[in-house]
């Protein structure tokens, strides 16, 4: 056993003990719920009046989510739509396919940002809003069980949020959609990668998945945005579905009381698990330091 390998077991021991690991040993919990008030205001924040929610898609594709944290996604709680099963989100990354599959139709908006396929299994939240300021803001990250063997082909997942029937899912300061085939680590993994500095890779086909978390890949946070809205109503419609076929999940994580018409703090970086346990180890030195400086001092 090399001198780290022992190093991180004993570590892992130890802080164990002493419940610094307490996190990593849960998984983003999920609620599921198809109420579209529900799942609004578990997203709402200031600035903004949402009336007329709407929601279509199977009741197991939605719902609510806390201890994302501990997942490594980057934000907290808020809502999750999904192509499939919700449920199946929570880690540790056990399998490569991961699929729920809810033979509901597709969604044409959804249609219309691939070429030369049909979508399945669509998942939708709409609604009509008005923004205090004009402007409006929200934090999510986009995952999936596409990665990292479709990447960079034709068949991948897709999803959208459309203001006023127009995409604002973008990549920051483009006008280039958030997608699979835009976001990635290569395929094969290193590979041709597009844009991977946006992109955390837990596929378990390619090294130990680093994060508790089913989905085989997943985005930085991203924060879509919208300035300059005419005063009055303004229509959103949060969607997402399987491409090409009905296997697969993919879904997206909408952070909670981020939805507001001012823009929203700064998020932590998606933590993996022995990012974790390197803070826990250099947390538990520092403990042991400062008791060796008491007893220099008592002495």
Do not use: W
Request: aromatic share 10%; charged share 10%.
């Amino acid at each position: 056993m090399n001198s780290l390998t022992q190093f991180l077991k004993q570590s892992a021991f130890t802080l164990l003990g002493l419940g610094i690991l307490t996190a990593p040993a849960h998984a983003v919990n999920i609620i599921t719920t198809s109420d579209a008030n529900v799942l609004v205001n578990s997203i709402l924040g200031s600035g903004i009046t949402v009336s007329n929610a709407t929601y279509n898609g199977a009741s197991i594709a939605s719902g609510t989510f806390t201890d994302g944290f501990s997942s490594g996604i980057g934000i907290d709680t808020g809502i999750i739509l999904t192509s499939g099963n919700a449920t199946l989100a929570p880690g540790p990354n056990t399998q490569d396919d991961a699929t729920g599959s809810n033979g509901l139709p597709g969604d044409a908006d959804l249609d219309s940002l691939i070429s030369g396929f049909n979508t399945f299994d669509a998942n939708t939240l709409q609604f009509d809003f008005t923004s205090a300021t004009g402007d409006l803001f929200f934090n999510y990250v986009f995952a999936s069980e596409e990665y990292n063997e479709f990447a960079n082909t034709a068949f991948n997942d897709v999803f959208g949020f459309f203001l006023d029937g127009v995409n604002i899912a973008l990549l920051p300061g483009t006008t280039t959609p958030v997608s699979i085939n835009n976001v990635n680590g290569g395929n094969p993994l290193g590979i041709n990668a597009q844009n991977p500095q946006f992109f955390n890779n837990n596929d378990p086909s390619d090294g130990s998945p680093s994060f508790n978390l089913q989905y085989d890949g997943f985005t930085k946070v991203f924060a879509a945005s919208a300035k300059g809205l005419s005063a009055g109503n303004h229509t959103l419609k949060l969607a997402i579905a399987d491409a090409g076929d009905n296997v697969l999940d993919s879904a997206v994580f909408i952070q909670g009381g981020t939805f507001s018409s001012e823009p929203p703090k700064s998020v932590p970086e998606p933590t993996t698990m022995l990012g974790i346990l390197a803070f826990g180890a250099f947390s538990l030195n520092t403990l042991n330091k400062r008791k060796q400086s008491k007893a220099t001092v008592k002495a």
